[in-house]
């Protein structure tokens, strides 16, 4: 008998977790495009200050990512939230700096 792989390892992570250090996170070729317009954004800032103002954590949903190399990873699911809350992330360094 085979020994089967375990393709499933969940963890409940912060999206800083995701975004900290040099991890290289890939679109597959076979995802759609991004396709968030600005009432998904709206949702999504509404959705934070929500949790800031009641001192809360927002679940974001759920993220899934294959490990390729080290520190190389493909996003199979949450592609558009990753981009979104990159973006907003960028900015607001840019912003600051």
Excluded: C
């Excluded at 699911?77 to 960028?90: A, K, N, Y």
Aim: net charge negative.
């Amino acid at each position: 008998m085979n020994k089967t792989e375990n393709l499933l390892n969940a963890n409940t992570i912060s999206f800083s977790d995701i975004i900290a250090g040099d991890n290289i996170y890939q679109v597959p070729l076979f995802q759609r495009d991004y396709s968030w317009k600005e009432n998904n954004w709206d949702d999504l800032w509404l959705d934070l200050n929500n949790a800031i103002d009641s001192e809360t954590r927002h679940y974001m949903g759920s993220i899934v990512l294959i490990k390729k190399e080290k520190k190389q990873f493909e996003i199979i699911d949450g592609q558009q939230r990753i981009t979104t809350l990159s973006i907003f992330s960028f900015k607001q360094y840019s912003f600051f700096k």
